[in-house]
């Protein structure tokens, strides 16, 4: 896991919109796997940015959302359909058909849930996927507990997230207590991880989940085992982690490979 810790949300989101622009270059039909939460906002603002000022193209990019909660249709302001366009599509070049964002009304939860793990097989898989962190380490809405092989489904909330997250709906009382989400599994297929978290808050579940033992009880600690997963922060939540320094050196310093000479 390669850890960037950055000044402050700023510049944690320049660096997240870095890495995902550095993809969509190398691959311009680049499948991209996209979060909501607060977290992500300020990347998605620096996308747009560079769309509009520098020309990045997603006309032909395909993109996944993560999740959805039950019961909203897209129309509604708190629905992740919503979020997504308000903050990021509707801003940028992205062809409308290659977006999928899990429908938070159907009829048939089973059969939907297959059908979206299917499409992102038949789009060739995840090339780069974008990650928050809830406050109980949950990535997507794979709440403690959730099977480390688990693949999109539909999940009960936890009360602390209903909680967490009601800051963005009208009362607590609206806020959806099911959601479709992909799976643990689904997320740990994606060729490379993105991981943004920010603020104090974050701290000491960001220190568990690099730092401590993989556990279903702290979902995003299975980030461990993948092969190709950078997490940026910025100071405030890097502040509890044991190893800052070292993080901080090794990313310093690993351009020095690309100099280096067998003697
Ligand atoms: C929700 C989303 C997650 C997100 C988390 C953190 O639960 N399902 O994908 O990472 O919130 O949100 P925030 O970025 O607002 O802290």
Redesign the pocket.
Known sequence: MEVIITKDYDEMSKEAAKIIREQIVSKPNSVLGL??????IGTYKELVRMHKEEGLDFCKVVTFN??EYIGLPPSHDQSYYYFMWENLFKHVNINPENVHVPAGIIADFEAYCNWYEEEIKKAGGIDLQL????GDG????NEPGSSLTSRTRIVTLFEQ?RKD?ARFFKSIDEVPYFAITMGVGTIMEAKKILLIANGKKKAKVVAEFIEGPITSMITASVLQLHPNCTVVLDEEAASELKYAKEYRWMYENKNRIKDFQFK
């Open positions: 979060a909501t939460g607060g977290t992500p993560l999740d990650l928050g962190i809830g949950h990535i997507a809405f997230t997250n």
